[in-house]
């Protein structure tokens, strides 16, 4: 799963865009550009909200400069054995070991390679280590790259590392993680992989004129408020969501430059609206009706990121890896904060709730089967999925109704019917249920009927999807 979560971390998403403005315009004309047409709009309110709940708006404008950490630069008094554990805690929500342990290497021992349009960047070792490792690093540096985008050696980290979300992090929790990768991670000796960029494009300046376009200021410490239990869990939401989480890295679709459209909410509705990953599609979490999270309740979005599986979805693509190593360990507070706050996010669009239609349930008992795809479904998808769209509740998804199938965007639907997908086992649901591949017996067309017609079937209602797309997402062109 490693290798498919390689390509889906991604922060170049399927763009060519950067290097083609690179090449073309010089990296630093292209970005200048791209600063003063609105790009820049990661007008940032960083709200605060751990224990207190407080939410601090710090007004932060685009250029921050370079790096500069604050606190002690030295690394003694870390190794207090609650801060350790809190660290390791919170590097499981900000899902470290994702980009920084490798397929099959040691834990957070890096080099697991990132296709970016430019060339392949690999992570680096982050385990105490002093030669190869950030043994050797102070507080200060571990900021400047966790928040700031700076690496030791005073140059910009390719995005490909979370930073404009990671700048959220509170530095209390900077200083538990620091405690965590120095005191609780075993250093292993593992020298880093050189990255496959070339020259010209692997110079790293236009990255720091990125990082000014386009990364926010770092958090300041937390304003303590006094404030109601739902604000609490409402901001406590928000920080796990737009900083450590770093949902939007793929929830939010990305601009020219591959930036992420918006960082927060008040960035306005692209925030955490949806965007295509690699070739799957990372849904829309706001309250949506039909496409969104508007019709799962509280308890639906914790069971999802808890179990990776519940009475209206299951997760696949990229989503899979975040259950499987981050979302299942959060804490039950955590996660009913993280539904709290994807709840408040306003509808981007204006659907209404879907109504089932008992219609297509009819002709196919009847053994109708006219419509394009009916056949193709009932021959290959009807036996886990029912011929009433409703499947098996947490072993094989309902399609019905469905937010995933409903999505404006197809992506993720292509990629299931042609290469299939297998539930994340979880602590609390064990057991993992697979969905074959079909990539191999149906062709583009079958593919882009059926998945048509799943999205007109049962009361669903999105837009048919033509061989075309299906050809794209096989060729791995998309
Ligand atoms: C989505 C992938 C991703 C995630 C998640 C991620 N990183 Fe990184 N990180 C990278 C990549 C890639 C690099 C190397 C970037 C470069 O070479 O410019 C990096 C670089 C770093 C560096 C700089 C190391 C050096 O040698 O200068 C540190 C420190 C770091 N990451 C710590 C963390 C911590 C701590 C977390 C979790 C809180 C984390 N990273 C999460 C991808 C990631
Ligand atoms: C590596 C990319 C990635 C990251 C990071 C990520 N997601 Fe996802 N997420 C996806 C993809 C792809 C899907 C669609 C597949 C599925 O439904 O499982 C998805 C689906 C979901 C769904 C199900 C939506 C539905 O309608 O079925 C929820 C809820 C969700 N993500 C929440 C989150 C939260 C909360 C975070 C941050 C803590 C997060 N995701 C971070 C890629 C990601
Ligand atoms: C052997 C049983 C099986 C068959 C046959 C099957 N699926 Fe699936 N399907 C699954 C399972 C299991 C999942 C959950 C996969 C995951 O979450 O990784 C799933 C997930 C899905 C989803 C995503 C639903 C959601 O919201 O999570 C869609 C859409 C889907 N299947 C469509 C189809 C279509 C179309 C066909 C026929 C071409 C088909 N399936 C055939 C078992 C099956």
């Known amino acids: 799963m490693r290798r498919a979560l390689t390509k889906l971390r991604s922060w170049a998403v399927g763009a060519a865009a950067l290097a083609v403005a690179f090449t073309l315009f010089g990296g630093a004309g292209a970005l200048a550009v791209a600063a003063s047409s609105g790009g820049a709009s990661v007008g940032a309110s960083v709200g605060a909200g751990i224990s207190g709940g407080a939410s601090a708006s710090i007004g932060a404008g685009t250029g921050t400069g370079t790096g500069t950490g604050t606190g002690t630069s030295t690394s003694t008094g870390f190794d207090d054995a609650a801060l350790i554990k809190r660290g390791e805690y919170l590097a499981r929500v900000a899902d470290c070991a994702a980009c920084h342990t490798a397929e099959g290497g040691k834990p957070f021992a890096g080099g697991l390679p990132l296709q970016t349009p430019i060339g392949t960047v690999f992570s680096t070792n982050i385990t105490p280590d002093a030669q190869t490792g950030i043994g050797g690093d102070t507080y200060a540096d571990f900021d400047n790259a966790l928040r700031h985008g700076v690496s030791k050696g005073g140059y910009t980290l390719y995005p490909a590392m979370p930073y404009p979300s990671y700048a959220r992090i509170q530095p209390d929790d900077v200083k538990a993680l620091y405690a965590y990768f120095m005191h609780g991670v075993t250093a292993v000796h593992q020298p880093r992989t ?35 239990d739902a604000t609490v869990s409402l901001e406590r939401g928000r920080y796990l969501v737009e900083g450590l989480g770093h949902c939007g890295a793929c929830h939010t679709s990305r601009g020219m430059l591959l930036q992420e459209r918006a ?55 990229g989503m899979h890896d975040v259950v499987l190593d981050s979302t299942q360990y959060m804490s039950d ?57 409703n499947g098996y509740d947490g072993v094989f998804p309902r399609l019905a109704l469905s937010a995933t199938v409903n999505a404006q965007d197809p992506t993720s639907l292509i990629s299931l019917v042609l290469h299939g997908a297998s539930m994340p086992g979880t602590q609390s649901a064990p057991t993992v249920f697979t969905m074959p591949a079909f990539g191999e017996r149906l062709n583009d067309q079958q593919v882009a009927d059926v998945v048509t017609f799943i999205r007109s079937a049962w009361g669903n209602q999105a837009p048919p999807v033509d061989a075309d797309a299906v050809r794209r997402i096989r060729n791995g062109s998309r």
């Open 194 to 228: 050189a990255n496959g960029i070339r020259w010209p494009l692997s110079m790293r300046w236009p990255l720091a004129l990125w990082r000014i376009a386009f990364a926010p200021g770092v958090a300041a410490g937390a304003n303590a408020q006094a404030a109601d």
């Open 263 to 317: 960082l927060n909410d008040t960035g306005g509705p692209a925030f955490l609206q949806g965007g295509v990953v690699e070739q799957w599609f990372a849904n829309n979490l706001r309250d949506d009706r039909a496409d969104g999270l508007g019709d799962w309740s509280r308890e639906d979005i914790v069971a999802f990121l808890k179990a990776g599986r519940n009475a209206h979805s299951a997760a696949f693509g």
């Open 333 to 389: 507070t955590d996660l009913r904060s993280i539904a709290d706050y994807l709840q408040s996010l306003a509808p981007a669009g204006q659907r209404a709730s879907l109504v089932y239609d008992d219609t297509a349930a009819l002709a196919l008992h009847a053994g109708q089967t006219g419509a394009p795809g009916a056949r193709t479904f009932l021959d290959n998808c009807a036996a886990c999925h029912r011929s009433d769209g």
